[in-house]
């Protein structure tokens, strides 16, 4: 990708942690960051925020006093794609994955490093801000090329024999560049309901969909395309 943009300056974090300590630590970091922050304590009162303010991005741990995070997360995409990054424990791999397939951005596992966490929010925030397609709906990173509506990928110019499957896999990968796409999003929009549970089809799939890439790239950046988000599914981000 060849876009470049900074944070937005002054974006809205809500901050959604009953841990008080925590929410203390993460939002003077924040701020220290320029960012404005909002604190919400349960998921009740992160939804009431959500409400009244539509933040720019919201942080959220999924274990909360009242209702679940994954609740949380249904209700606001109901809504908008506004970007969630979950804060997530070093034991909730299945929540984990739960929060992403409804539709969370990503994660982050406590403890984590501010470092971390920044570079996270800013990608969170530049993939909600920037248009990663062009208006005749092609996408471009590195040297490949996507263009939807000729249903053709090329690299480097040449075009790149791929499946329906395979193209739609990384269609959808394209679409939510940056952020991990777990293998059920995958089955359901490629595969379709009925698939359910099938990781193996992704797995085998994706696998000859990165050889096709590699083969076709002399440079060997996009090898490297397809990130394996290991026990959760994949991700895209710039070679
Ligand atoms: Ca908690």
Known sequence: MTMRRETPPGATVLVVEDDVETRAALSRELRGRGYRVEEAEDGRSALRHWDARRPDIILLDLGLPDIDGVEVIKRIRREATTP????????????????????????????????????????????????????????????????????????????????????EILRVLLAHIG????????????????????DAYVYVHVSQLRRKLAAA?????????????????????SP
Do not use: C
């Open 217 to 237: 790239d002399a440079s060997g950046a996009l090898a490297k395309l397809i990130v394996t988000e290991p026990g959760v599914g994949y991700r895209i981000t």
């Open 84 to 167: 969630i990054l979950i804060l997530s424990g070093r034991y909730d791999e299945r929540e984990k994955v739960a929060a992403l397939d409804r539709g969370a951005d990503d994660y982050v596992t406590k403890p984590f490093g501010v470092e971390e966490l920044n570079a996270r929010l800013r990608v969170a925030l530049r993939r909600a801000a920037g248009p990663t397609r062009d208006g005749s709906g092609r996408v471009t990173v590195g040297p490949l090329v996507l263009d939807a509506a000729a249903h053709e990928v090329s690299v480097n110019g040449t075009r790149v024999d791929l499946t329906p499957r395979e193209f």
């Open 179 to 198: 952020a991990i796409v777990t293998k059920g999003q995958l089955l359901r929009s490629v595969w379709g309901e009925a698939y359910r549970g099938e």
